[in-house]
């Protein structure tokens, strides 16, 4: 689907629509309705499942969203959270630099100095996408951060926090405290990040409040051991920087221990990678050939990265690879800047070993963007019907339940959904219109299951009454007892888990 298209579906189906929609909509913020919170909810608890799942010892918190300028100065953000800005001097519109020209520079404009931007606008002729002027101005830094005031007086500064990570460095002493003072030990956050940006575009992929979900590991810089023979014969759609150079596009792919003895890549980091693309391709089902890892060159990285490797999907409805997720060696940057803006000691003494400042790996999750990815990807039509094809434990209906005829079967259907609900199945009840569009209903709404109660349940009796089960993907039905009835729809709905280190 186009991406107006596939934008309209969702709002029709209250997925999501414009925040403050009355008063036409609030640019960069979006509300989401019963499915869409649904969805979100059991896409961040799959997460959960499977990177905090990697390890005993990585674990979920939940930090403040509010940061303390002493915070953000230490971090770098003050200094370094900027994208560069271009304004038309004819409407004064301002764009994101990436924006303008994305079109004569598709790979963007990181590591670019806003001089040489300013060149590629000048020499490509680039006009203004309001009002078609060509008076675009040289390009200066934008900081992202949403400030605000700070106590009585308003004259002390906070921050909305521009990612998750903080809160994880920050807790950190704490946490090392509370557990098992062991490393690695992994700290997880999966909530609000919020970033002001310049022109916010493409429904969830630019978004002034968004939800991301990142694991932090803290781990010994000297040695972090992970079972890698688990993962070493897997191979990863790769796309390296001296490819992307040649002009290439396509990813090649590369057997793990090849990306260790060949590739320069610690064992630890593409452990994780691999992990990484196994929750992309095994658990949201993303299809393989659809995936790459798109490797970041040094001027390119964050500024607080050593490695990146971007987790990308070919999206058709945003014309091409985007950005879902990230893997992130960040060194020992962050501990050491939060040693230095605080003044306490952050180095750890584990049992037996000198003190040692630990290092981090960071792997990222767009939960927004990945909602609309699993739109863009699962969404689609089969004939005159439209089905989300939802991996079962992430749809945010589970089953929908119908009476035959609302009369006489919707007082047992109504029951049953009760008694499903209390199993924890998000059951849903329908007997509006004919039995063929509350399918379809349910086939759009991502729902794996339908059940449908009929004269046949209420002539079986008490004690061996039947429904009709529906598969979504096949449409295949069959007679099952409700008292299996339970049991069957749950055992699809649990979230794959990766085995522990």
């Not at 060509?134 to 009585?152: A, I, Q, Y």
């Not at 005829?405 to 047992?412: F, L, Q, R, S, V």
């Not at 009796?461 to 096949?474: C, E, Y």
Request: glycine residues 8%; negative net charge.
């Amino acid at each position: 689907m186009k991406n107006d298209e596939l934008f309209a579906l969702l709002r029709r189906r209250g997925v999501l629509w414009p925040s403050a929609e009355i008063y036409g909509g609030t640019q960069g913020l979006y509300d989401y309705g019963p499915l869409g919170f649904s969805l979100k909810r059991r896409l961040e608890e799959a997460w959960a499942a499977w990177f905090v799942g990697l390890s005993h010892d990585y674990h979920l918190i939940e930090p403040a969203e509010i940061l303390p300028e002493a915070v953000v100065r230490a971090s770098g953000h003050l200094e370094n959270f900027t994208d560069p800005e271009v304004t038309c001097d004819s409407c004064h519109s301002a764009f994101r630099a990436e924006t303008i020209l994305e079109k004569v520079r598709p790979e963007g404009v990181d590591g670019l100095a806003p001089e040489q931007i300013a060149e590629i606008v000048s020499a490509n002729h680039l006009k203004c996408p309001t009002c078609g002027s060509l008076t675009l101005s040289v390009p200066r830094p934008f900081n992202l951060m949403f400030g605000v005031d700070w106590g009585v007086t308003g004259k002390e500064r906070a921050y909305l926090r521009p990612e998750t990570a903080q809160g994880s460095y920050l807790s950190f002493s704490r946490m090392w405290d509370v557990g098992r003072r062991a490393l690695p030990l992994g700290i997880a956050v999966i909530g609000k990040a919020y970033r002001n940006e310049i022109a916010p575009r493409q429904v969830l992929f630019r978004m002034r409040a968004f939800t991301q979900a990142e694991l932090q590991v803290f781990f010994d810089p000297a040695g972090f051991a992970v079972p890698f023979d688990r993962v070493r014969e897997d191979s990863l759609p790769v796309l390296r920087v001296e490819r992307r150079e040649r002009g290439e596009e396509t990813p090649e792919m590369i057997r793990a221990d090849d990306l260790v003895r060949s590739g320069g890549l610690p064992e630890f980091y593409v452990y994780h990678l691999v992990h990484t693309v196994r929750f992309f391709r095994d658990v949201l089902h993303y299809p393989a050939d659809r995936i790459r890892l798109y490797e970041k060159s040094d001027k390119e990285r964050a500024f607080y990265n050593r490695i990146q490797f971007d987790v990308e999907v070919r999206l058709d409805s945003l014309g091409g690879y985007k950005e879902l997720g990230a893997v992130h060696y960040r060194g020992d940057y962050d501990l050491t800047r939060h040693s230095q803006g605080s003044g306490k000691d952050l180095s750890v003494h584990p049992t037996g070993r000198e003190p040692l400042l630990p290092h981090v790996l960071e792997m990222t999750f767009g939960v927004d963007r990945n909602i609309w990815g699993l739109a863009d990807v699962h969404l689609g039509k089969e004939g005159e019907r439209t089905v989300w094809k939802l991996p079962s434990y992430l749809a945010p209906v589970a089953v929908g339940v119908f009476p035959l005829i609302g009369k006489e079967h919707g007082a047992y259907a109504l029951a049953l959904t009760d008694e499903l609900a209390g199993w924890g199945i998000a059951a849903q009840y329908d007997d509006g219109s004919s039995i063929g569009k509350r399918y379809a209903r349910m086939d759009e709404a991502g729902a794996p299951f339908c059940v449908t109660v009929d004269g046949e349940t209420l002539a079986d009796g008490p004690a061996k009454d039947s429904v009709t089960l529906r598969q979504r993907d096949s449409r295949a039905q069959e007679r099952v007892p409700r008292s299996e009835l339970g049991n069957r729809i749950l055992s699809g709905l649990r979230p794959p888990r990766p085995s522990r280190a």
